[in-house]
């Protein structure tokens, strides 16, 4: 049965460097719950480690979690790549570390905490989050589509970072399947601000890494179910599948 759902595709946990530590599994669970948020994604910085355990801390509460990932690639534009299973997200892991260089330096960039649902850390991740791949973002895009995934040019409204930003221009052929901007510009500033980009589907999420972020951002979709086939249809708005504009 067709259903809306409010969903924020982007949200980071305390695994990302600029993301504050009490952004940990459960209690980013509970805000996306007081929130009213049902489905969410768990997007940090070129890394995935602290997923699983914010998909358990999610058991039982009325809130889906997918798997996701921003991917820094070699022009320095951050990419969404959103899937619905953990082995589909680790494949694109392992392409991401392969082509990730350097070590975190804490201390100027954050801690990079792997922290379960009970809240205990159960570890530090030491690479470099925070660079950029060597992976240029055409070629991220199609490992995206490879693993079954969504593939989403994030913040496209802010300077830094952004397709729009480093490249000035998002071409045609690139094939994303949804271009996310900030609340700032919100989805009914999106068509007037981007008309040129009118044949994409418009996201707004809160790219939180701060608690007090979640749930500044909502974008609703209709959906039959829960999994990346339909929310792929509701980003072409097909079948009765859409993105609701309000
Ligand atoms: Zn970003
Ligand atoms: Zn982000």
Known sequence: MLKSYNCDFH??????????????????????????????AVCDHNASENTPFVIKAAQGKNLSVLPGMEITTS????????????ANQAALQCVVYKHLAGINDEKRFGVQAIVNEA???EGINNRLLIGATSLPLIEVINYIHKFQGIAIAAHIDRESFSVMGQLGFIDESINFDALEV????????????????????FIVSSDSHFLKDVGT???????????????????????GRRVLED
Request: charged share 25%; hydrophobic share 40%.
């Open 11 to 40: 949200i980071h946990t305390c695994l990302s460097p600029c993301a504050e530590l009490d952004m940990h599994p459960q209690a980013l669970v509970k805000k996306a719950r007081e929130a009213n948020l049902d489905i969410i």
């Open 75 to 86: 022009e320095e534009v951050h990419l969404l790549a959103v899937f619905d299973s953990l």
């Open 119 to 121: 809240g205990e850390v």
């Open 182 to 201: 900030t609340r700032v510009t919100g989805l009914g500033g999106a068509g007037k601000k981007y008309p040129e980009l009118s044949h994409y589907s």
């Open 217 to 239: 951002a909502v974008t609703r979709l209709v959906l039959d179910q829960i999994s990346v086939p339909e929310i792929k249809m509701a980003f072409k708005g097909e079948n």
